[in-house]
């Protein structure tokens, strides 16, 4: 089904060289990393209720084509066949989530155990194999019960997240060590209430705002909640997509931008949890656009749990200007915060490839909240690659950008920055949120009318190159 490719041969891009392995450590952590409703489909089985996305994907004009989660990559059916694909990369760690409705449908009251024994089955099959499970608890499907009483603007959901976290560990705990609380919540906050992109697709900055704290308030409660439950010893952290932002000069107007840009995409998180306040010069900028953060007595303290970890995804990063095309640096009284294309090569996403810019946001974060060890959570492009007329999948681009990627992440601890771990986003083409079915970010390419997984030629080239660092070659 796959043609077996030599060490290294698929990393034919010219600043990739075929022989080349990252300088990464024997004992460095690999894995790849999924989401529940991007690949396990049965989205109405065995107990579960709808979750906001399975909402927002009947909007006409949310998702593309009318794509929904319905079915996916089917994996709640294949389960065993893809913990196979993925003891085949020889990778150490799968991150994958819960779903919550799945789990606790209606997003309140007792576990469902039918929705329980799906994870159980996926835990026992990844310890079988001896890979270790790296639980999500939160990947962006709320029970849509839980929207319709207020979402994450309301301050209950993030009691209601805490109870969901006691289930999860009340089930799993056994067997699970390593838990990350949210999946980016700028995405839930900003992409699901303010520009509504995302699920629920809400427009309002001020929903935003409050989802942004009662997001990270979730976080402490259920973070208290997994390490007041939790069996045995367990590491916890939270997987932020934090933005590296650059400014475009180094005019007063475009620094100030990119600080704003950093502010509120990077500080408004990391500075919560880590140092227990918000940065005072993000209230400020919220305050001038009328907004604040609905913090009350003691939430900082339930923010500032201690973090095992800091999950860090990264895909590009961008450069600020603080003035817009015809050089006004205010409009409608507020300064300009414009995002600069610098005209570098895309993924089929738009996004321009940056890995300089992971060096950096690592090294930088390791800087400003020093002592905390920080995996790469998710990294990866997407491509429009299709099978050849072999069945085969040949992707150099998706190769190329794997390769240079870990070399910045090797960079960035060389240059002093406590990376311990990298997982590739993703295992498998799946249900790319907005984008539907369209983009493509696996490292196995699936085929969605016959389901057929095909380990693309990254896949082998990844499997190589773990196989080769850890050897020290
Ligand atoms: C991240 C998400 C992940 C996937 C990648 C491409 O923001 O966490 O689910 O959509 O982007």
């Known amino acids: 089904m796959t043609t077996r490719i030599e060490p290294g041969a698929a990393a034919h891009a010219a600043d990739a060289p075929a022989t080349a392995v990252p300088a990464l450590p024997a004992d460095f952590l690999w894995g790849v990393a999924t989401s529940a409703y991007q690949i396990e489909g049965a989205a109405f089985e065995d107990g579960r209720t709808a979750s906001i996305w399975d909402t927002f994907c009947r909007v006409p004009g949310a998702v593309f084509e009318g794509h929904n989660g319905d079915v996916a990559c089917d994996h709640y059916h294949r389960m065993p066949e893809d913990v196979e694909l993925i003891a085949g990369l020889g990778v150490d760690a799968y991150r994958f989530s819960l779903s919550w409705p799945r789990i606790q449908p209606g997003g309140s009251g007792a576990a469902n155990t039918r929705g329980l024994a799906f994870y159980d089955r996926l835990v026992d099959e990844l310890l079988a194999r001896d890979i270790l499970p790296w639980v999500t608890l939160y990947h962006w499907d709320l029970p849509q019960e839980l929207e319709d009483a207020g979402g994450w603007p309301a301050r209950d959901t993030a009691h209601r997240f805490a109870d969901f976290a006691g289930l999860a560990m009340g089930a799993l705990g056994d067997r699970v060590r390593w838990w990350t609380t949210l999946n980016e919540p700028w995405c839930s906050a900003v992409l699901g209430y303010e520009t509504g992109r995302h699920a629920p697709g809400r427009t309002d900055p001020a929903d935003a705002m409050a989802a942004v704290h009662h997001l990270l308030l979730g976080h402490g409660l259920a973070a208290q909640r997994l390490r007041a439950t939790a069996p045995g010893p367990i590491q916890v952290g939270i997987t932020l997509n934090t933005a590296h932002a650059l400014p475009a000069t180094d005019a007063r107007a475009d620094r100030e931008a990119a600080r704003r840009a950093d502010g509120l995409g990077t500080r408004i998180y990391t500075d919560p949890l880590v140092l227990g306040s918000y940065p005072a010069d993000v209230v400020d900028d919220l305050g001038a656009r009328g907004l604040r953060l609905p913090v ?11 973090l095992d970890f800091l999950g860090v995804n ?6 600020f200007s603080g003035s817009d095309e015809q050089g006004r640096e205010l409009v409608d009284g507020l300064p300009v915060t414009r995002q600069v294309p610098q005209g570098l090569p895309v993924t ?17 974060l390791g800087r400003d909240y020093p002592g905390l060890p920080i995996y790469v959570t998710e990294n990866g492009a997407a491509f429009d690659d299709r099978p050849g007329p072999d069945g085969e999948v040949d992707d150099p681009d998706r190769t190329a950008y794997y390769a240079r990627h870990l070399d910045a992440v090797a960079a960035a601890r060389a240059a002093g920055a406590d990376v311990r771990g990298y997982f590739a986003w993703s295992l498998l083409d799946n249900f790319e949120w907005g984008y ?4 493509r970010f696996g490292i196995v390419h699936v085929d969605y009318a016959t389901q057929r997984r095909t380990p693309k030629q990254s896949a082998h080239w990844y499997r190589d190159t773990i196989r080769r660092t850890r050897a020290g070659d």
Request: net charge negative; glycine share 8%.
């Open 348 to 364: 089929a996403m738009d996004w321009e490839i940056t890995p300089d810019g992971l060096t950096d946001l690592l090294v930088r």
């Open 296 to 306: 009350q007595d003691g939430d900082l303290a339930v923010i500032a749990q201690p």
């Open 314 to 319: 990264y895909y590009t990063s961008h450069v």
């Open 436 to 439: 539907g079915y369209e983009k």
